[in-house]
């Protein structure tokens, strides 16, 4: 798509399709139950699917994985009046995450590079290495929701998946700061390879 064409996203859409439905969960929850709070974040994470769609023509990969195990998570909970189903929600969301993540370094792809290289401009070691770790990170995130939602309670549980894996999230982030600057490209490097992208892509 040329840049001519291309439609650029408001500001407040990202973070209304990433945290929007999460907030209407919350706010459900607490306001009737864990059932109610699974159908509003469905109906949630469709209408904000369908919103980016609407605004960017596309949908974003990560989004769209969480919201097919949300809907189905989610149906089967419902269906079966069952919490378990949708307790167990993150922790494949997580395994999922990591498994796309261990699969891109086996055939020597980094994933992460193709969503975050505009804003993360990393040398080829760096990818790997950082894909390595969020893989790792998604793994213990997704074994720290089974043993919660297994012997907390379902108040705990809730302000964990709606503000603890965030919080945590924003931790792992911060700590990675460090290693990145030391794998960053220089601002030559990084137009370097931009413009090798370019010969290639022509």
Known sequence: MSEATETKAPA???PAVDYGPLAIFFATYWLSDLMMAT??????????????????????PMP??????????????LWLEDETFFKMKPTIVQ????????????????LLKPLLGSAWPLDEAGWVKLSSRFA??????????????????TDFWVTFKVFGILALTFVFVASQI?????????????????ERSGGLKS
Not at 178 to 194: A, N, P
Request: proline share 2%; no cysteine; hydrophobic share 65%.
């Open 12 to 14: 407040w859409l990202r």
């Open 136 to 153: 790792w990170f998604f793994v213990a995130m997704a074994a720290l929701n089974e043993a919660i939602w297994r012997t907390q309670s």
């Open 64 to 77: 769209l994985v969480t919201a097919v195990v949300v809907v189905v998570f989610g149906g089967l909970t």
């Open 178 to 194: 460090y290693f990145m600057r030391s794998h960053m490209l220089s601002i030559d490097e990084d137009e370097t390879g931009d």
């Open 95 to 110: 395994l999922l995450f990591a498994a796309a993540l261990f699969a891109g370094l086996a055939f020597k792809r980094p």
């Open 39 to 60: 159908l509003a974040i469905m109906i949630a994470t469709a209408v904000a699917l369908l919103l980016s769609f609407m605004i960017e023509r596309r949908v974003p």
